[in-house]
């Protein structure tokens, strides 16, 4: 089955820092991987994936994610956070032979101080 | 593109009423899906629709859970009757095409059942 964990429910970082949201991945065969955005009172927005090649992967808003094989991880990352960066982050993978199944990871929520 | 598009956005209602949910998902569209989303579940597929037809309803929880999708522009999820335990956020998501992983969500219906 196929099955993402994000082991933090929330991540404290101060504006200007680098952050990091973690997400591993269960999974028989190629992962593909999700992350998505939520703010306030809204729905969830793509912001990259992970298919393919290259293992590190650019997105939305100067957001990056690193796909490592050996740890199962696909960790999000930003060099330098800012506090509009504030929201619920959440990791998911598609279902391997069933394209149209997403599984969503339980959230992560990022808190950006000033 | 005004993106998919969910009302009511909040929704308060009495145990034993009737509850439809409605989405209009981007024109051009041809999945769609409706997901539950509470502090105890996380992210949860109901069901999702393909040019129309219903595929995979398992994830609905109750008989008392139905969907439809009359036209490729709008879906309605009902509940009938209402409970409390049926209290989320729910939302609509729509997807291009089978090959574009990339979902687009609504901002989602506030569900209180009182």
């Known amino acids: 089955a196929q099955s993402v964990a994000q082991p933090e429910d929330q991540v404290n970082v101060a504006e200007g820092n680098p952050l990091t949201v973690k997400c591993t991945y269960s999974?028989?065969?190629?992962?593909?991987l999700f992350w998505y955005v939520q703010y306030p009172n809204r729905g969830l927005q793509f912001l990259l994936k992970y298919i393919t090649g290259d293992n590190l992967v650019k997105g939305s808003y100067g957001f990056e994610a690193e796909f490592n094989k050996s740890q199962t991880s696909f960790h999000l990352k930003k060099p330098s956070a800012l506090v509009s960066d504030s929201a619920l982050y959440f990791c998911?993978?598609?279902?391997?032979?069933?394209?149209?199944?997403?599984?969503f990871g339980s959230g992560t929520k990022l808190n950006v101080k000033p | 593109d005004a993106g998919v598009i969910q009302s009511p956005r909040h929704e308060v209602t009495e145990m034993g009423q009737e509850v439809t949910l409605r989405c209009k998902p981007i024109?051009?569209?041809?999945?769609l899906f409706w997901y539950r989303q509470t502090m105890m579940r996380g992210l949860e597929l109901l069901i999702y629709?393909?040019?129309?037809?219903?595929?995979?309803d398992s994830g609905m929880p109750e008989d008392r859970f139905s969907a439809k999708m009359p036209n490729a522009s709008f879906s309605t999820l009902k509940i009938q009757p209402s409970e409390p335990r049926d209290s989320a956020v729910y939302f609509c998501?729509?997807?291009?095409?089978?090959?574009?992983?990339?979902?687009?969500f609504g901002s989602g219906t506030q569900l209180s059942v009182l």
């Open positions: 999974v028989s065969g190629n992962p593909y």
């Open positions: 998911a993978v598609r279902g391997l032979y069933n394209f149209n199944k997403f599984y």
């Open positions: 024109s051009g569209h041809n999945s």
């Open positions: 998501a729509s997807r291009g095409t089978a090959t574009n992983e990339k979902l687009f």
């Open positions: 629709f393909n040019n129309n037809v219903p595929i995979d």
